[in-house]
């Protein structure tokens, strides 16, 4: 809850000024880089739908004025690239190749061997779901927040997750007892 409550006066109101407009993108840039880098697992692709989100908030943030909280739309919009990135990667190559961690990204998270088996195993979920995960239990966003960037109800997701946190804890096992 630290995340949204960091950025709680961010879904309130859109900026107006130049000055509150810097302000308001330094703020939410990285989290969305961080949601952006955690779904598709490419830095400089992150970079470029965080880049072509604030842009698009740029050109048509007077259409969404007052219409959705700020924050909501941002992340359903970088949702929404992600999803876009996936598509042109699984008509170019497996997605699964593009997806997968590499061992030396594994060291780079932590030496925990459990938490790179989780990472893995992330890695390896459906992006919808790999977001749904990284929303609710990475940016702690409620799940009605959640719900909303993702394009579902708050229950729906609240079960898809509780299957997902099953099937997470069956592959941690599954490896812990092949070692």
């Given at each position: ?24 993108v330094e ?121 909303a960037i ?30």
């Amino acid at each position: 809850m630290i995340f949204a409550k960091a950025v709680n006066k961010l879904s309130v109101t859109h900026p107006t000024s130049e000055e509150e407009m810097v302000e308001f993108v330094e703020q939410i840039a990285p989290k969305l880089f961080r949601f952006a880098w955690a779904t598709i697992r490419d830095y400089s692709l992150a970079e470029d739908i965080v880049q072509e989100c604030l842009a698009r908030y740029v050109v048509y943030r007077e259409k969404h004025h007052g219409k959705s909280p700020p924050l909501r739309w941002f992340f359903t919009v970088v949702a929404h690239l992600c999803m876009d990135v996936f598509r042109q990667k699984r008509q170019e190559v497996q997605l699964f190749d593009q997806l997968s961690m590499t061992k030396s990204s594994h060291a780079e998270i932590s030496d925990n061997q459990e938490l790179s088996v989780l990472w893995d195993a992330i890695a390896q979920l459906k992006p919808k779901d790999r977001m749904a995960i990284v929303l609710v239990y990475y940016h702690d966003l409620p799940l009605k927040e959640a719900a909303a960037i993702l394009g579902t109800t708050p229950t729906f997701l609240k079960t898809k997750l509780a299957r997902l946190r099953k099937r997470l804890r069956d592959e941690v096992a599954e490896h812990d007892q092949k070692i």
